[in-house]
């Protein structure tokens, strides 16, 4: 008797869980079906259906594509790329010298009650809700497209060059090697006017926020103005650090400065979050000659596809911004690296304040993001994904017109997510929840609002391929067809 969610498949006595399998019973696709157009999302949509039907438990070890290829009578090009496909998803994972498997996530349902109900209450992304089979949460890059072979170039050749006091307790504020790079490729690339040492390495643009939270803290700071809408995780990592996120409106030229009443500000100003403005020159000017402190979240700075970068704040006024950037978006958000600029009358308790947190970032991650700037690799990453991402956006901005042409779409120059509009006086939560339905995560506008406004979804594009995104557009098209008027009572505007 085999255990659920494994089968026997022909010509094999094992079971699927974690060795190798050959045949394809389990697709339940015949070769005789297979369409003269399309193979590879034929195939592919045979191993989603065997995946989340369980004929393929996590672990499982997919089929070798030479052997799969012979079953289905297709070219063994197809089967590669619909394997690549579900890497890309996440469905599965592909190493060297151990073939495709399907993602393990057995361990999770083990996890203890306290623990689930904890990271329930956070609220954390992850894993997306039962039933959700397209994930388009913003925040999150292609994950698939991590530079696996240079990061392992470098580190080992840190490795082989590093001593042993590269690797002991060193600056809390991060090794001089991965500063220097920095602060050559933030002058150059965002126009950053600093130094090396007044680089604090932190662990993402969150630690910057907690730090600097501490920092306003200790100095009887007890509230900030933020976007609304704006980061919900930002406005969060302040507040828990004890300083009020006080909500400021965005419109089309971003945050409204005369509106801001506290000191210091916190703001996104390249590539607004969620809406995707960019700060106008004229509330720069503004918000540059109105004093306090400005923080600038540049969370995705390197993602510009059809206009230049705009610069940096923090290059007008070094004295008056706390910039703060990590490579979240440009290579993974579980990497936790990233780095803050601070002025320099702040820079003596936030080092403090990072020494007593953890005293330094990991010392490895450190030299080889060193070494990939150095190398000119981290750049050739970034050109890679960025025109990867651009058609990504297009493939969705196309399906949404598409399939969904009453909605207003914004914020798609840059970025990993674009902002819909949507005028049918629903409540975009309901919204969200329609669009869950049918199979699709999206996040709600007022789920990143403090105070009401139209509602919004916000569309992460990044992480799933454009057949992918072509297909979120369409079942959002079915999902989100506004219902009867005349039954709701809403005007007919
Ligand atoms: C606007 C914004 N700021 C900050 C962060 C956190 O970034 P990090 O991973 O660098 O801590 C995010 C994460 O999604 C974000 O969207």
Redesign the pocket.
């Known amino acids: 008797m085999l255990p659920p969610g494994m089968v026997r498949l022909k010509g094999q006595s094992g079971s699927v869980e974690g060795g190798p399998i050959s045949g394809s019973d389990f697709l339940q696709l015949r070769a005789e079906d297979a369409p003269a157009k399309g193979l590879t999302a034929w195939l592919t949509a045979g191993l989603r259906d065997a995946i989340a039907g369980r004929r393929l438990a996590s672990g499982a070890r997919l089929p070798a594509t030479r052997v799969l290829a012979a079953d289905l009578k297709i070219s063994r090009g197809v089967v590669v790329e619909a394997y690549q496909r579900l890497i890309d998803e996440g469905l599965a994972t592909g190493r060297t010298g151990d073939g495709t498997r399907v993602t393990d996530i057995s361990g999770k349902s083990e996890m203890p009650h306290d623990r689930r109900r904890a990271l329930d209450e956070l609220r954390l992304p992850f894993p997306p809700p039962p039933g959700i089979d397209i994930d388009l949460s913003?925040?999150v890059p292609d994950l698939s497209a991590f530079p696996r072979v240079q990061w392992l170039k470098a580190e080992k050749s840190v490795l082989d060059e590093i001593t042993g006091s590269d690797l002991g307790y060193g600056d809390p504020g991060g090794t001089p090697k991965l500063r220097a790079e920095l602060i050559a490729w933030l002058r150059r690339t965002r126009g950053v006017r600093a130094e090396a040492d007044d680089i604090i390495v932190v662990s993402?643009?969150?630690?910057a926020l907690a730090l600097l939270a501490q920092t306003l803290r200790q100095d009887g700071v007890t509230a900030a103005a933020v976007e609304d809408p704006g980061?919900r995780?930002?406005t969060d990592q302040m507040a828990h650090w004890g300083v009020r996120p006080e909500p400021v409106p965005v419109d089309e030229q971003g945050i409204q400065v005369d509106l801001i009443t506290q000191d210091a500000a916190l703001l996104?100003p390249a590539h607004q979050?969620p809406t995707g403005v960019v700060l106008s020159p004229a509330r720069r000017r503004a918000l540059l000659d109105r004093g306090g402190l400005i923080i600038e979240?540049d969370?995705d700075a390197e993602h510009r596809y059809d206009r230049a970068p705009v610069a940096a704040l923090q290059g007008s006024a070094p004295e008056r911004v706390a910039y703060a950037g990590?490579v979240?978006k440009s290579l993974a958000?579980g990497m936790?690296l990233?780095w803050l600029i601070a002025p320099r009358r702040l820079q003596p308790a936030l080092l403090e304040a990072k020494h007593g947190s953890d005293l330094g970032n990991p010392a490895l991650p450190q030299l080889v993001l060193a070494r990939l700037l150095a190398s000119g690799d981290y750049e050739r990453h970034l050109r890679l994904v960025r025109s990867r991402q651009r058609r990504r956006r297009d493939a969705l901005l196309a399906g949404l017109e598409r399939h969904l042409p009453r909605a207003r779409v914004t914020g798609v120059a840059a970025g990993l997510h674009l902002l819909i509009i949507l005028d049918t006086g629903e409540d975009d939560t309901a919204l969200a929840a329609r669009a869950a339905a049918h199979g699709v995560l999206v996040h709600p506008l007022s789920w990143h609002r403090q105070r009401p406004g139209p509602p919004g979804l916000v569309l992460g594009y990044a992480a799933q391929p454009p057949d992918r995104l072509t297909e979120a557009a369409q079942r959002l098209g079915t999902a989100l067809t506004p219902p009867s008027r005349n039954r709701s009572g809403a005007p007919s505007s």
């Open positions: 913003p925040g993402g643009v969150a630690q980061s995780g930002a996104t979050f979240d969370y990590s979240s958000p936790r990233g």
